[in-house]
T-cell receptor, first 113, second 113 residues
């Protein structure tokens, strides 16, 4: 079955330190992978996606994600965290059966000053 | 500004009432979606539409209904058959089938009183 997992409910990082939010996936074909961010009481905002090409994808607000086919992972990263990065982050993968997105449960990122 | 407009932001429903959430987009997107988000959980797909006058059930369609009479509009009706409707509802759109980026509205809170 196709699925996506975000193994951490919450990640705590000090401001200025690098951050990583983890995502692993399982799909039958080539993966289409996405990261979104949600601030409290708001809709989701697109950060970046991987469809094909370079394994390192750069996105909005200084975020990037590394696609690793052998580990079936698509971790979100940022070299230096900001307090304003504190939010809920969602990973998603396309379901090949109906082309809809399968969503992870979300990871709450807390950046401490 | 181009985007997706959801209204109302907050809605209260009495037991046994049907309510309709509005979603309008001016992005000229073909596909539109409705998701439900419960606190601390990920997104679950209610309905989606890839073209005018056509729509498909998602994972949790029971107790909900939609229409797609115009390309820019995709209203969601929460019927009295939905036993636990209190949630955050998100409308989204994309240029075509997923693989293309999905863009979200700001969401609507529905509370049963």
């Amino acid at each position: 079955a196709q699925s996506v997992a975000q193994p951490e409910d919450q990640v705590n990082v000090a401001e200025g330190n690098p951050l990583t939010v983890k995502c692993t996936y399982s799909v039958s074909g080539n993966p289409y992978l996405f990261w979104y961010v949600q601030y409290p009481n708001r809709g989701l905002q697109f950060l970046l996606k991987y469809i094909t090409g370079d394994n390192l994808v750069k996105g909005s607000y200084g975020f990037e994600a590394e696609f690793n086919k052998s580990q079936t992972s698509f971790h979100l990263k940022k070299p230096s965290a900001l307090v304003s990065d504190s939010a809920l982050y969602f990973c998603a993968v396309r379901d090949d059966s109906n082309y809809q997105l399968i969503w992870g449960a979300g990871t709450k990122l807390i950046i401490k000053p | 500004d181009g985007g997706i407009t959801q209204s109302p932001k907050y809605l209260f429903r009495k037991e046994g009432q049907n309510v309709t959430l509005s979603c309008e987009q001016n992005l000229n997107h073909d596909a539109m979606y409705w998701y439900r988000q419960d606190p601390g959980q990920g997104l679950r797909l209610i309905y989606y539409s890839q073209i005018v006058n056509d729509f498909q059930k998602g994972d949790i369609a029971e107790g909900y209904s939609v229409s797609r009479e115009k390309k820019e509009s995709f209203p969601l009706t929460v019927t009295s058959a939905q036993k636990n409707p209190t949630a955050f509802y998100l409308c989204a759109s994309s240029q075509g089938p997923t693989g293309n980026t999905i863009y979200f509205g700001e969401g609507s809170w529905l509370t049963v009183v």
